[in-house]
């Protein structure tokens, strides 16, 4: 059973920084493109970043050059490095992938539970 796992939401001051971890969990696996999305307190839902398998970014106009978003394919892992975060970058941050078993050849969508980061003026 698949599951995508997120970690390293929490509180802190405009500035300064937080780094997410997202894996992918649940046997052989093929996991092709990973995202990060994230939801304000307003429910506005926004593309963060998102990498292919070979390591193309795309990154949200709102964050480029502040974060940085990168991949362990060995350990089905992404990781979101958020530096200078403002006020406005308050919100649940959710990891989403594409992946299939290793021994078929249907993807499927998978979404986490998401993690909360806030940043206080």
């Known amino acids: 059973q698949v599951q995508l796992v997120e970690s390293g939401g929490g509180s802190v001051e405009a500035g300064e920084s937080l780094r997410l971890s997202c894996a992918a969990l649940g046997g052989a696996l093929v996991v092709a493109a990973m995202t990060w999305y994230r939801q304000t307190p307003e429910k506005t839902r926004e593309l963060v970043a998102g990498i292919t398998s070979s390591g193309r970014t795309n990154y949200g106009d709102s964050v480029k050059g502040r974060f940085t978003i990168s991949r362990d394919n060995a350990k089905n892992t992404i990781y979101l490095q958020m530096d200078g975060l403002k006020v406005e970058d308050t919100a649940v941050y959710s990891c989403?992938?594409?992946?299939?078993?290793?021994?078929?050849?249907?993807?499927?969508?998978?979404w986490g539970q998401g993690t909360q980061v806030t940043v206080s003026a």
């Open positions: 989403g992938a594409k992946i299939r078993d290793r021994f078929d050849d249907y993807w499927f969508d998978y």
